[in-house]
């Protein structure tokens, strides 16, 4: 719903940088309210903040990095971009399930969630730097 129709009213509206942060935010949200449920609907009410995170989140990223990057190198950073997510995909299962058996069952929640906050925090700083780069 997010991706297919939502996001570019959205982000036209409330602005990329806003809503990659706030995707973000979100996300984190949710991954702690997933560590802390032991019931169904607090469980239900995390699993929709992290969906509606990541719709926020995967659109985006391309979005700013290809703005972001010089035109010379947005083939670069788009495919590195990609490939970072792609290496996610692949180490984050492996990991959150060692985590979920050797450390505890929040671990690997609580561990996504502190993720979701460092990419909030880049998004402040890279929109700052942005901003920055455009008043010079």
Same mark, same amino acid.
């Given at each position: 719903?997010? *991706? +297919?129709?939502?996001?570019?009213?959205? @982000?036209? $509206?409330?602005?990329?940088?806003?809503?990659?942060?706030? !995707? $973000?935010?979100?996300?984190?949200?949710? =991954? $702690? !309210?997933?560590? %802390? &449920?032991?019931?169904?609907?607090? =469980?239900? %009410? $995390?699993?929709?903040? %992290?969906?509606?995170?990541? !719709?926020?989140? *995967?659109?985006?990223?391309? &979005? *700013?990095? @290809?703005?972001?990057?010089?035109? &010379? *190198?947005?083939?670069?950073?788009?495919?590195l971009a990609q490939s970072c997510g792609g290496l996610a995909r692949t180490v984050g299962p492996v990991a959150s399930g060692w985590m979920y058996a050797s450390w505890s069952t929040q671990a690997p929640f609580l561990t996504g969630m502190v993720s979701a906050l460092?990419?909030?925090?880049? +998004?402040?700083?890279?929109?700052?730097?942005?901003?920055?780069?455009?008043?010079?």
């Amino acid at each position: 719903v997010i *991706q +297919g129709g939502l996001i570019g009213p959205l @982000s036209r $509206a409330a602005g990329e940088f806003r809503l990659l942060i706030t !995707g $973000a935010l979100l996300l984190a949200c949710g =991954m $702690a !309210g997933l560590a %802390v &449920s032991y019931q169904a609907l607090p =469980m239900m %009410v $995390a699993v929709v903040l %992290v969906g509606v995170g990541t !719709g926020f989140l *995967q659109p985006l990223i391309s &979005s *700013q990095a @290809s703005q972001v990057a010089p035109p &010379s *190198q947005q083939g670069a950073v788009l495919g590195l971009a990609q490939s970072c997510g792609g290496l996610a995909r692949t180490v984050g299962p492996v990991a959150s399930g060692w985590m979920y058996a050797s450390w505890s069952t929040q671990a690997p929640f609580l561990t996504g969630m502190v993720s979701a906050l460092a990419a909030a925090g880049l +998004g402040l700083l890279l929109r700052r730097e942005t901003a920055d780069d455009a008043g010079r």
